[in-house]
């Protein structure tokens, strides 16, 4: 599933200036995995017979020791926080965490350097003041012989003088920061990023940006929950789910057909709009006071949207949310497709009031045939903002609250 629009992605990627010194590394290829034990395996020489010139301990080779792991073949136990100095051996499992000692190693130490070579089988920095004031230099590439990225090159520590930066580092990007922040954010994704722009500068002595936190953040929810696309891929699989685990669930998702350029692709839709309502909200509801409250959120994530909620209320004038409905904007199509199921999944018995704000969508989905409502009323909390908007005098507003929730002669 794809949807209605994208952002394109920013990279923070080390800038790349071409200093190779013509050194070349070997090319990276796939090892086998062997996760079961291999036995012992018995070699017969040629013509069947045991040659009295051939070594007995020939005769039987341990395949399962050729493929045995130990401590030499795991990667270093370097700290990526960088207090301790880089040193030559070091192995790391992947680039990406390699390249993290390295800025980390650098951020502490308040030093810039550059990188020279950057691709698929080596990375190679040098200090921003390379030359006869200061000679280190990191080669790590990832050879044939092992799987993992190890430091094959190495010349420090870093004999210039530290420059003074108060605000930010060039290497403090938003991967340093996120792998700073991962345990926080895990812990609690809603945490404010002023909190986390406070942990950063406590931990790396740098005051950076909202901006580059808010990156980072977003980087570490990604890696804990899945990126956006990723999410919306699994929402008609969720949806399944839902109603398989939970039988009962209402479910009404709607998409449309997925273009690329003139093309229809026949392999992917593009999201529209879903409505949905558990079982249990619709067994709720039937104990509840007959009326509903309806009104939306805007969504602030990378793909905008709004969320329509209805809203119910039992006797001792407790609320609920009863129904939801994700929908690309407020209009009238959307309000009527989330007023039409939530008439015919939820509030389905007669004579219930349905009770919103007086948004012109709203209006026009009401008077569309098929809607379903027959009662319908303002929200007195929301004509009394709008009043105060027009009239500004909290007196008056007082008043015509009181007004609203008086009693008529019949009632009283």
Request: glycine share 6%.
């Amino acid at each position: 599933m794809v949807l209605d629009a994208a952002i394109a992605d920013t990279s923070d990627e080390d800038d790349i200036e071409d200093f190779s010194d013509g050194e070349a590394e070997a090319v990276p290829e796939t090892q086998p995995l062997h996760g079961d034990a291999v036995p012992a395996t018995r070699v017969e020489p040629e013509g069947g017979g045991v040659s009295s010139s051939t070594p007995a301990h020939y005769l039987s080779l341990n395949l399962a020791a050729m493929y045995s792991s130990n401590a030499k073949d795991g990667p270093s136990s370097y700290p990526l926080s960088g207090e301790m100095e880089l040193e030559i051996g070091l192995k790391f499992p992947n680039r990406e965490t390699a390249m993290l000692a390295v800025k980390n190693y650098n951020i502490r130490r308040s030093a810039e350097y550059k990188v020279v070579e950057s691709d698929q089988s080596r990375y190679v920095c040098r200090c921003k003041q390379f030359g006869d004031q200061c000679r280190w230099m990191v080669r790590v590439a990832k050879t044939r012989s092992s799987r993992f990225w190890k430091f094959r090159k190495y010349e420090g520590p870093h004999s210039c003088l530290a420059s003074l930066m108060s605000q930010d580092h060039a290497q403090l990007d938003s991967n340093v920061i996120c792998q700073h922040i991962f345990p926080m954010v895990h812990a609690d994704a809603t945490i404010c990023v002023k909190v986390l722009q406070g942990s950063v500068e406590s931990a790396y002595g740098y005051k950076v940006s909202y901006k580059k936190v808010w990156h980072a953040k977003q980087k570490a929810i990604a890696r804990i929950y899945g990126d956006w696309d990723e999410s919306y891929d699994q929402l008609r699989r969720y949806l399944n789910a839902l109603q398989a685990f939970l039988p009962g669930t209402i479910v009404d998702l709607q998409t449309r057909p997925y273009y690329v350029g003139n093309t229809l692709d026949r392999d992917s839709v593009m999201f529209h709009q879903v409505f949905w309502s558990f079982p249990s909200c619709v067994e709720t509801f039937r104990h509840c006071i007959p009326l509903v409250s309806v009104d939306r959120t805007h969504l602030y994530g990378k793909y905008a949207g709004t969320l329509l909620m209805g809203i119910a209320q039992d006797g001792n004038n407790n609320i609920l949310p009863v129904a939801f409905a994700l929908v690309e904007r407020e209009n009238t199509d959307s309000w009527y497709f989330f007023l039409t199921n939530l008439r015919r999944h939820v509030a389905t018995r007669p004579g219930v009031l349905l009770i919103s704000d007086r948004h012109a969508a709203i209006k026009a989905a009401l008077e569309r045939e098929g809607c379903g409502w027959e009662h319908n009323v303002y929200c007195v909390r929301h004509i009394a903002s709008n009043f105060a908007t027009s009239f500004k005098s909290k007196e008056a507003k007082r008043h015509l609250v009181n007004a609203a929730y008086s009693k008529t002669q019949e009632q009283s």
